[in-house]
């Protein structure tokens, strides 16, 4: 079965490059707010950003109720990295407010975005906000959890 | 005006065998929850990263702290909330497990879950 994660990242990068909300915090040149995959982000960026983590897939948790339609679902569970050096952790939860309302239960501007799949939901799982301490600035990592399900069409 | 009365007898031994029953029936579903609680931090401890003398440059180092730490709990409070917890109270874990600005993400517990997750429902109907 062919992975939807090479159409879902792409996907979840637009939806949040748009977001009105992350917009408002903070962005690019392009009137974009700045939200890369982790590899794109650029040398230097300083923060608010948010990052793509990771995507990972797995079959649907009960292979027994298999139907056609399970059978060609897969479970995705998306990690994305807010960093922001606001004074506090005000912009940090403003952040995940936007990545929020961007994306639980939106998984219709998600499935506007893909080919060859559908997207039959996305749902907020868990937000941590971390002081990072690592650098000479103190900065608020937030880390975001997402669960979607995709089927092939 | 008539008043018929049924008397039923055995009531009393019907609500014994139904409490009876539901501890059985709670007995179950908690040592099936334990179950994938151990299968889920057995997996855990072999994901955990594990320091040696060359990643932190001490010679001689010693490393397993992290993945020693991890510990089970159930829900204390309610024993008809079927949850346990597994978690790591080493006060470095969540930098490890989600990365700081100069340090990659290495998230084993949420790998250790992501990765066990179908040997639950066939491990709570094997209990």
Known sequence: MTSSIPVVRPAIISVLKNSAGLIAISHDS???APVYSMR????GLAPPYTVVRSLQSAPPLDPRSASSFTLRAQELLLTLDTWSSFDGPDES?????????????QEENIQALLTGFTC???????????????TNIR??????????????I | MSRITIRIRGASDFKAANQAFMQQLIAQANAGLDSIADITKDEAQRLCPVGTPESTGIKGYV???????HEIMPDVEDTYRFIRYLYNDT????????GTYKMPARPWLMNAVWRTRSQ?????MRV
């Open chain 1, 30 to 32: 392009d009137n974009k």
């Open chain 1, 40 to 43: 794109g982000v650029p040398q």
């Open chain 1, 93 to 105: 939860e403003a952040m995940h407010k936007a990545i929020f309302d961007a994306l639980d239960e």
């Open chain 1, 120 to 134: 039959t939901w996305c749902l907020f799982d868990t937000n941590d906000q971390i002081e990072d301490e690592s």
């Open chain 1, 139 to 152: 900065l608020f990592h937030g880390v975001e959890r997402y669960r979607l399900r995709t089927e092939a």
């Open chain 2, 63 to 69: 490393g397993g702290t992290l993945r020693d730490a």
């Open chain 2, 91 to 98: 006060y470095y874990a969540r930098w490890v497990h989600d």
């Open chain 2, 120 to 124: 639950f429902l066939p491990e709570m």
